[in-house]
């Protein structure tokens, strides 16, 4: 069972590449375990939860940022409360819809609604974690070409990785396409979510849109290969840099995007930033 949308004209080396691999292996280990036992119990016990684990990486080609056009992805759950409906987060298994914010949006009216993330740096400086105005600078200063004139949000806290690429995945698909994205930029908010970004990531890249991501954990986005990834000693829920800390917060974000530019894989590339001040 190949769970992926056809690859047609690629220049990946793996033409049948999976998002998730060994996915009835995957779902089998999911329902005897953390499955079975919340319904059980209604506690989630996240010991027994069996994350997704991919070998092959995607292999792409990079591109030329400063000639392409980006796409923002945000798995905060981050809604625009004047227009859209909130995330479903009290579903246990997750809300797997997304939702599509302007650029232009105006922020006081945008929500983080992510149910399990350390949302306490958001609350003081919303580019930690969606840094809409930071793109929208290096699109001016020519470091990107242009910018899909929306971010896509959902709510990471997707423990059900078969859904996410049957349901999620071809709604994010849908808008990448839209809005002809050459590659795009994935920010998780919390552990989960770089389950869930590593995913979206290898299923954006087997449709030819190049990805990178940044994370605060390694290991666990190692686990499902995406192709580009930057890391960084960062705490949990300010993966950019710390509050109103804008070189910072630029340091990563360009040093993220820049992978875009390498043929992938990259291999994990540490960045020297930290909470230490």
Request: glycine share 6%; proline share 8%.
């Given at each position: ?67 392409s056009r980006v796409l923002l992805i945000s ?203």
């Amino acid at each position: 069972m190949i769970i992926h949308v056809p690859n047609t004209g690629s220049v990946r080396s793996t033409t049948e590449m999976e998002i998730l691999e060994r996915p009835l292996e995957w779902l089998r280990a999911f329902q005897e375990g953390w499955l079975s036992n919340f319904e059980k119990t209604g506690e989630p016990d996240w010991s027994l939860y069996t994350h997704a684990q991919n070998h092959l990486i995607p292999n792409s080609r990079g591109i030329n940022l400063s000639q392409s056009r980006v796409l923002l992805i945000s798995t905060a759950g981050v809604y625009y409360a004047k227009k859209q409906k909130p995330f479903q987060n009290n579903y246990p298994l997750g809300d797997y819809s997304i939702r599509t914010i302007p650029f232009n949006a105006d922020p006081h009216h945008l929500v983080f609604s992510h149910p399990s993330f350390n949302d306490e740096y958001v609350k003081k400086d919303t580019q930690v974690l969606l840094p809409m105005e930071h793109m929208y600078e290096l699109s001016n200063e020519g470091i990107i070409g242009s910018l899909v004139p929306v971010v896509v949000s959902f709510s990471g806290f997707l423990p059900h990785a078969i859904r996410l690429v049957k349901e999620l995945v071809p709604a994010i698909l849908r808008v990448a396409k839209e809005y002809n994205a050459h590659a795009a930029m994935i920010i998780p908010a919390g552990t989960l979510c770089i389950q869930s970004a590593g995913l979206v990531a290898r299923a954006l890249e087997v449709n030819n849109i190049a990805t990178t991501l940044t994370t605060w954990d390694p290991d666990m986005a190692y686990m499902c290969a995406p192709p580009r990834l930057t890391t960084t000693y960062l705490p949990a829920g300010s993966p950019l840099g710390l509050p109103n800390d804008t070189a910072q917060q630029r340091r990563v974000l360009t040093a993220t995007l820049k992978l875009l530019e390498l043929n992938s894989p990259t291999g994990i590339i540490y960045l020297n930033e930290s909470s230490k001040i």
